[in-house]
């Protein structure tokens, strides 16, 4: 009896010891993997620039996709508002930018550069436009950007520091869809940034007038607070602010700040 007991005590301390080792030795719990996406809301005057920061930024960051939705700030904003998922937000105004940080959704936005307005025609000129006060003519038509989008927001404020006043054939949601208006022949003129018409690439011809000094828009960017790639977000921010982002983007006719 005594070696039976003595027998069964021994079996289950050596499977206690059994446990023991297994629960030593186990691997700690994995952690969670390291973000490879970046979302990136961006106004669509950026496209351009921006396409191409987000190519160099996936160069350096190996298995990293920067997937980018581009618009008019004002749409954007609001869709950051209502919960779309991003992680930077680069606006074409601060006050499109206010939405998003008034709704505590960012913090400390840096303004990164600068756009103004040019007429932007058909490489024909058709309707021979020289200075803003021509826009005026009702036998002109004219695109504008509507009056929420920053880009319209500009135009209003250049034609009331010229005293003018200009009835648009069109309002478009943001200054690309303004400018293509143009491209296709749909319009005589519109007012857009000159780094659209330099993005145009010659399917449209810029004017500048002097009132667009009075209507320069300061460009912000934020990192969102809600943002599922917050390290990635920020060293895409760093990106922008760097030299080589500065480079980038005066290049395609941004201003420094």
Request: glycine share 6%; aromatic share 6%.
């Amino acid at each position: 009896m005594f070696r039976r007991v003595s027998g069964l005590l021994i079996a289950v301390l050596l499977a206690a010891s059994a446990c023991g080792t297994s629960d030593d030795t186990a691997a700690p719990a994995a952690s969670a993997p390291a973000a490879t996406e970046l979302t990136v809301f961006a106004a669509a005057s950026l496209t351009e620039t921006f396409t191409e920061l987000g190519k160099t930024f996936e160069a350096a960051h190996p298995g990293t996709t920067v997937k980018f939705n581009f618009g008019s700030s004002a749409t954007l904003a609001t869709q950051i508002t209502q919960g779309a998922p991003a992680d930077v937000f680069a606006a074409a105004s601060p006050a499109t930018m206010t939405t998003v940080t008034d709704a505590g959704l960012a913090t400390g936005p840096t303004v990164f550069v600068k756009n103004k307005l040019q007429i932007a025609v058909p490489p024909d000129n058709p309707a021979k436009v020289e200075s803003l006060k021509d826009l005026t003519d009702p036998k002109v038509k004219v695109a504008l950007c509507a009056e929420q989008v920053p880009c319209g927001a500009a135009a209003i404020k250049a034609l009331d520091a010229a005293g003018l006043k200009v009835t648009p054939v069109t309002l478009e949601q943001d200054v690309k869809a303004t400018l293509t208006k143009v491209e296709l022949g749909e319009v005589d003129a519109a007012l857009v940034y000159q780094t659209d018409v330099i993005a145009a690439a010659g399917k449209v011809t810029g004017i500048a007038f002097p009132e667009a000094d009075q209507a320069i828009n300061d460009y912000p960017i934020a990192t969102l607070t809600k943002a599922p790639a917050a390290d990635l977000a920020k060293q895409f921010v760093d990106l922008v602010l760097s030299q080589q982002g500065k480079d980038v983007l005066t290049k395609a006719g941004f201003q420094a700040p």
